[in-house]
């Protein structure tokens, strides 16, 4: 059973590697249940779009 | 067509802001932030007449400016000791940081979100890419974060290196680049939520 501190590190593994059928699957099932990591989730994908907007110059 | 660019159009002075701002996030230096837009600026306008509209300036200057920048940080990589990037990055399990919100990860507790640190909802965050201040609060963020967790993170996410490439050039190992980046992350997030995201979260 995966914990939150692992589930965060999945999340932001996922922009580095392919998770396995497994990883992704606990992934899935624990974001069902647990709104902090469902946030954290989409917080970090935010974090990507804004590093990418500073990279890009739309930040003006 | 030559001559086309203005360079003191309004145009021109906002990209430049924001290559500023780009190398200022990237680098811990201003005075070389300065230099490496000024540089990439002086390539940009010896070239100027091979460009035909403003966005292909814009993401070849900018593609000028993020070499200039990598190129500045292989350099200097070189002179930090690995010993300094590698120290405590080894295990994920003894992180001061990660033990506060999620708890110590031992056989008798599961290690989930702390009440104080679950992470809120973020309201409409896409909107706040359109204000400068956003900007100010992600580069005061990024430069809070710890110097080995920093490195990573900007060679990761802004300057878009992929892990292996920053493994072999710190000379670190994968998983500790992983590691690092969860952590820069999971900091990151917090710092943006308590400085910007924070006051008008509903409580939950």
């Not at chain 2, 067509?1 to 203005?6: E, G, H, L, N």
Request: with cysteine.
């Amino acid at each position: 059973m995966l914990t939150c501190r692992d589930i965060t590190r999945l999340q932001s593994e996922r922009n580095e590697r392919e998770l396995t059928a497994r990883e992704r699957m606990e992934l899935r099932m624990h974001t069902l249940v647990c709104r902090g990591c469902r946030r954290y989730g989409k917080q970090i994908a935010f974090i990507r779009r804004a590093a990418r907007a500073v990279r890009e110059g739309d930040t003006e | 067509m030559s001559a086309a660019i203005d360079w003191d159009s309004p145009d021109l002075v906002a990209l430049r802001a924001a290559m500023l701002r780009f190398a200022r996030i990237s680098l811990r230096d201003a005075a070389a932030a300065e230099d490496m837009v000024q540089e990439a600026l002086l390539a940009a306008m010896q070239a100027a007449a091979g460009f035909d509209g403003r966005s292909t300036l814009k993401t070849w200057m900018f593609s000028i400016l993020r070499h200039k920048i990598v190129d500045h940080i292989r350099k200097s990589s070189r002179e930090v000791s690995r010993c300094d990037l590698v120290a405590d990055a080894d295990a994920d399990e003894d992180d001061a940081h990660l033990d506060a919100i999620f708890g110590k990860k031992t056989p008798w507790s599961n290690a989930h979100w702390t009440d104080e640190d679950r992470p809120a909802e973020w309201p409409e965050p896409e909107s706040a890419l359109e204000q400068k201040q956003f900007w100010d609060v992600f580069d005061a963020c990024v430069h809070r974060l710890p110097e080995n967790l920093s490195r990573v993170f900007l060679m990761r996410e802004l300057l878009d290196l992929d892990t292996p490439e920053i493994c072999t050039e710190l000379g670190i190992s994968t998983n500790n680049c992983w590691v690092i980046l969860h952590r820069a992350r999971t900091r990151l997030r917090g710092c943006l939520e308590h400085n910007w995201f924070d006051e008008d979260a509903p409580q939950c």
